[in-house]
């Protein structure tokens, strides 16, 4: 997701609806993720766990909910430009337990703003709203630490190499039994 905006929000819930079931795990890539306000409902979706299975008649078993993210094994990919609400959504990751967060900490930039008005009619945003974990950590004065460190290089980059992204394919085949 290249931001925390209602746009993003509905292409992940398309993606993971026409696409997850039919894979065996997720990485969830916040990397280089600018914010925004939806971190809610990307943990809610991603929090889903089949509770039931149920069938038509003489139908074959299907899992209920139809979309159970935490069945499988996720990775969270963030590093130090996953911004504002990608950091809110990776410490709520954390906190709710549903994978394994890879990466490098966040970059400490998450505080919400709320417009103020001023005497001649103009306005200013102010800083309004702090985030805590549930341990009460300032995640403007923290970030966001991830389980495994990899720090991508510039030297990384300009060969085309992402060592996060191999680190997180190499947790999901071990998460899996393959590795």
């Not at 974990?133 to 992402?162: A, Y």
Request: charged share 25%.
């Amino acid at each position: 997701m290249k931001n925390m905006g209602q746009g993003e929000l509905d292409q992940f819930i398309i993606d993971m609806t026409q696409e997850l079931n039919s894979k065996d795990a997720l990485i969830l890539d916040l990397r280089y993720n600018t914010g925004g306000n939806v971190h809610d409902e990307v943990l809610k979706f991603l929090q889903q766990r089949t509770y039931l299975q149920w069938k038509y008649r003489e139908g074959k078993l299907t899992p209920q909910s139809n979309f159970s993210p935490s069945d499988k094994p996720i990775v969270l990919l963030i590093n130090e430009q996953s911004l504002s609400d990608a950091e809110m959504t990776a410490q709520g990751f954390k906190a709710l337990k549903l994978g394994t967060i890879i990466g490098n900490e966040t970059y400490r930039w998450i505080i919400f703003t709320s417009g103020v008005g001023l005497v001649d009619g103009s306005s200013v945003r102010m800083p309004a709203w702090g985030c805590y974990s549930l341990e009460g950590k300032d995640l403007e004065m923290s970030g966001v630490q991830p389980n495994i460190t990899v720090i991508n290089s510039f030297e990384d980059k300009l060969n085309g190499r992402d060592p996060q992204v191999d680190r997180a394919v190499e947790e999901i085949l071990r998460l899996l039994g393959k590795k």
